[in-house]
């Protein structure tokens, strides 16, 4: 059974970092992506980053380009989310989500990943 755990979510302050961590089993990781979505309260969920270590690909949302990053180690079958110069704008309960890298599919459309994490929340304040 694939399942994917999320860790890492918190309090921080403006400006300040989080590392998110997912942990994947039950499926190959090397032959799926991993993207990171998130969803405020009263809002949609929306794609954050991807990763597919085994095509060397990886994006970013336009709003959390150049503070945050993102990266795999195979060998723990998890992918961390590295999130610096938080802003209140990214609270939002944070999931990880993967999808078979043979799928056609932009990478920040939810509908695509078949396998999803249940969620850390995020909260920066001001």
């Known amino acids: 059974e694939a399942q994917l755990v999320e860790s890492g979510g918190g309090l921080v302050e403006a400006g300040g970092s989080l590392r998110l961590s997912c942990v994947a089993s039950?499926?190959?990781?090397?032959?799926?992506?991993i993207g990171w979505f998130r969803q405020a309260p009263g809002k949609e969920r929306e794609g954050v980053s991807y990763?597919?270590?085994?095509?060397?690909?990886?994006y970013f949302a336009d709003s959390v380009k150049g503070r945050f990053t993102i990266s795999s180690d195979k060998a723990k079958n998890t992918v961390y989310l590295q999130m610096n110069s938080l802003k209140p704008e990214d609270t939002a309960v944070y999931y990880c989500?993967?999808?078979?890298?043979?799928?056609?599919?932009?990478?920040?459309?939810?509908?695509?990943?078949?396998?999803w994490g249940q969620g850390t929340r995020v909260t920066v304040s001001s």
């Open positions: 039950g499926f190959t990781f090397d032959d799926h992506g």
């Open positions: 990763i597919s270590s085994s095509e060397g690909r990886t």
């Open positions: 989500a993967a999808v078979p890298t043979h799928i056609v599919g932009v990478w920040d459309v939810a509908q695509i990943y078949p396998y």
